[in-house]
C-alpha cells in the first residue's frame, strides 16, 4: 500500500490548490476592472461564480465520489480544474470569465469532498486519523492566506493571466500524485443522489445569489428584486419539505432542530460571510483608496492570515477546557468589533497602528468560531452520520463565503454608486458619471483626468465600505447573541469522542468518508 504520508501530501496539495483560487483572484479584481471594463457587478460574478458553484454542489459531489471511487473522481476533479484554469487565462471579456469560473467551482466542489474521503478511508486508526484531518484543514486555511500574496506576487511580474495560469502546473502535479499514491476506494452502500433536493437547493442558492448581486442595478424596491427575493424563499421552502419526504436526503433537515447544531451552522456560516466579504472589499481599498500595488496588497493580507492560523488552533484547544459557548460568543463579539471598527476607517488610516490590529482582532475572531464550531456540529451527530456533518459543514462555509461577497459587494455598490452620483452631480456628464458609479476601476482611472476627482472617489468607496462592514459587525453580533443563548457551555473530553466513534465500526470504510 502506498506510504499514508504521500496520500495525506496529495489530497492537502489539492486543497490548498482549490482554496488559493478562492482567494488568488480577488487580489486582481481592480486589474480586471481596468483591463476587462468590468463594472463591479461583473467583479461579484466573477468571484461568486465560482463560490455559488462549490456551495451549490459540494455536497452532491461527495456522494459521488464516494459511490463512483475516490480516487477518479480526484483525478478527474484536478483534470476539470486544470483545463478551465488555463481557459480562464484565456478569455478576453468579463463575461466569459465568469462562465468559466463557475465550471472552475464545479470541478473544485468534486475534489474538495473527495480529500476528505480519502483521509477518512486510507488513515483508519483513531488517532492518525484525527492528526491527518488537522493536516487537512490546516491546508485549507493556507490556500486562503496564500492566495492574495501569490496573486500579488504574479501581477507584480505578469498580467492577469498568470493568476489562473499558475494553478494549471500545480493541479497537474498533483494529478500525478494522487495517480501514483492514492489507493482506490469507493462505498457501493452510498445511496443515490436525492435529485429533487439537489435541483432545488441549487435553484435555491442560485436565485438567491442572483437577486442579490442584481439588486443594485434593479433596485433594492423593485419589482424584480422582491419577486427573487420570493421565489428563492418558495425553492427553500419547497426544498425543506422533499427533504423531510424523501428516504435519502441531501441533507437531514431535522437536524436543525437541535439548536445546538444550528447555531454551530450559523457561526461558521456568519465567520465565513464575514471573511469574503473583507477580502473583497479590503482588496480594492489597498489598490484604489491607498494605491498600493498588487503585491504590496498581498503583503498586508499576511496579519489577518497569521491571526486566523494561530487563534484556529487556540481556539481547538480551548473549548475542550472551556466549552464551546465560550470561545465561539468572544470570537463573533471580536469580529463584530472588528467589522465595526472597519466601517469607521478614514482614506489615510496607518497601516501598523490601525489597520493591523483591525485585521489581528478579525482574523482572532474568525480562528475562535471556526474550529469549535466545527467540533459542535459533529457532537451533535452520532458516530455513524459522521460524515453527514462533514459535509454540512463544508457547505456552510462555502454557503456563508457566497452570500458573504453578495450581500456585503451588493451593499457597498449600491451606497458607493449613490454617493459618488451625489458628489459628482454638474462635475461629469451623464454617461461617464453613470459609468464611474458602476466601476470603482473606471472612476479611478477617470480620477487621474479630472482635477478633483479623486477624493469624491476615495469617499464613495469609503461610504460603501463603512455601510457593509457595519452590516456585517451587527450581524456578526447578533450570532454571538444567538450563540450565548444556544452553544453547549459544558466542557467536554475530545479524547472520549474519538474512543465512542471507534465502537461498533466493523466496516473498514470509517463513517467520516460517507459523504451524502
Known amino acids: 500500500m502506498p506510504r499514508k504520508p504521500l496520500i495525506l501530501l496529495t489530497v492537502c496539495l489539492a486543497t490548498v490548490t482549490i482554496n488559493l483560487s478562492t482567494t488568488i483572484t480577488n487580489i486582481a479584481l481592480p486589474t480586471l476592472a481596468a483591463e476587462l471594463d468590468a463594472s463591479t457587478r461583473d467583479l461579484l460574478w466573477i468571484v461568486d461564480g465560482y463560490n455559488l458553484a462549490f456551495a451549490a454542489l459540494v455536497l452532491a459531489m461527495g456522494s459521488l465520489s464516494d459511490r463512483f471511487g475516490r480516487r477518479p473522481a480526484l483525478i478527474l476533479g484536478l ?13 478576453d471579456s468579463s463575461d466569459a470569465l465568469v462562465v468559466i469560473r463557475v465550471a472552475m467551482g464545479v470541478f473544485a466542489a468534486l475534489i474538495f469532498p473527495t480529500t476528505l474521503s480519502i483521509i477518512a478511508n486510507a488513515f483508519t486508526e483513531r488517532r492518525e486519523r484525527a492528526s491527518a484531518l488537522g493536516l487537512w484543514g490546516a491546508s485549507v486555511g493556507v490556500g486562503v492566506a496564500l492566495g492574495p500574496v501569490a496573486g500579488g506576487f504574479l501581477l507584480e511580474h505578469s498580467s492577469w493571466h498568470s ?8 493541479s497537474v502535479l498533483t494529478i500525478a500524485m494522487a495517480a501514483l499514491f492514492v489507493p482506490e476506494s469507493r462505498d457501493p452502500h452510498v445511496p443515490r443522489i436525492d435529485r429533487p433536493g439537489f435541483v432545488l437547493s441549487v435553484a435555491a442558492l442560485g436565485a438567491l445569489t442572483w437577486t442579490i448581486i442584481e439588486a443594485p442595478g434593479h433596485g433594492w424596491d423593485s419589482a424584480a428584486t422582491i419577486g427573487g427575493f420570493a421565489v428563492a424563499a418558495a425553492l427553500v421552502v419547497g426544498f425543506v419539505v422533499v427533504e423531510r419526504a424523501v428516504r435519502h436526503p441531501m441533507i437531514d433537515v431535522t437536524l436543525f432542530l437541535d439548536r445546538r447544531f444550528s447555531a454551530a451552522c450559523a457561526a461558521v456560516t456568519i465567520a465565513f460571510f464575514a471573511l469574503f466579504g473583507f477580502i473583497f ?23 489577518v492570515a497569521g491571526s486566523i492560523a494561530v487563534t484556529s488552533i487556540l481556539g481547538g484547544q480551548l473549548a475542550p477546557r472551556l466549552g464551546t459557548k465560550a470561545v465561539v460568543t468572544p470570537g463573533l463579539l471580536m469580529l463584530g468589533a472588528a467589522f465595526l471598527w472597519i466601517a469607521t476607517i478614514p482614506a489615510d488610516a496607518s497601516y501598523p497602528a490601525v489597520i493591523v490590529p483591525q485585521m489581528i482582532l478579525l482574523g482572532g475572531g474568525l480562528g475562535l468560531v471556526s474550529t469549535p464550531a466545527t467540533e459542535s456540529i459533529m457532537q451533535v451527530l452520532p458516530p455513524s452520520r459522521a460524515g453527514v456533518g462533514s459535509a454540512v459543514n463544508d457547505a456552510t462555509r462555502e454557503l456563508g463565503g457566497t452570500l458573504g461577497v453578495a450581500v ?21 456628464d451623464g454617461p461617464r458619471a453613470e459609468a464611474a458609479g458602476e466601476s470603482v476601476g473606471f472612476a479611478d482611472a477617470l480620477a487621474a483626468q479630472v482635477p478633483g476627482l479623486g477624493p469624491a472617489v476615495d469617499r ?10 457595519t452590516v456585517v459587525g451587527v450581524l456578526c453580533l447578533l450570532g454571538a447573541m444567538v450563540c450565548l443563548a444556544a452553544l453547549p457551555g459544558n466542557r467536554y473530553d475530545p479524547l472520549a469522542e474519538v474512543e465512542t466513534a471507534g465502537e461498533g465500526q466493523g466496516d473498514a470504510t470509517p463513517p467520516a468518508a460517507r459523504v451524502h
Do not use: N, W
Not at 483534470?79 to 478569455?91: D, E, H
Not at 451606497?415 to 458628489?423: G, I, K, N, Q, V
Open 79 to 91: 483534470s476539470g480544474f486544470a483545463a478551465s484554469s488555463a481557459a480562464a487565462a484565456l478569455v
Open 163 to 170: 493568476v489562473f495560469l499558475a494553478l494549471v502546473p500545480i
Open 281 to 303: 472589499l479590503i482588496t480594492q481599498f489597498f489598490q484604489f483608496v491607498r494605491d498600493y500595488s498588487a503585491l504590496e496588497t498581498g503583503l498586508r493580507f499576511l496579519p
Open 408 to 428: 456585503v459587494g451588493s451593499i457597498f455598490s449600491s451606497r458607493y454608486a449613490d454617493t459618488l452620483t451625489s458628489l459628482v452631480a454638474g462635475r461629469l
Open 460 to 469: 464613495a468607496f469609503l461610504d460603501g465600505l463603512g455601510l457593509g462592514c
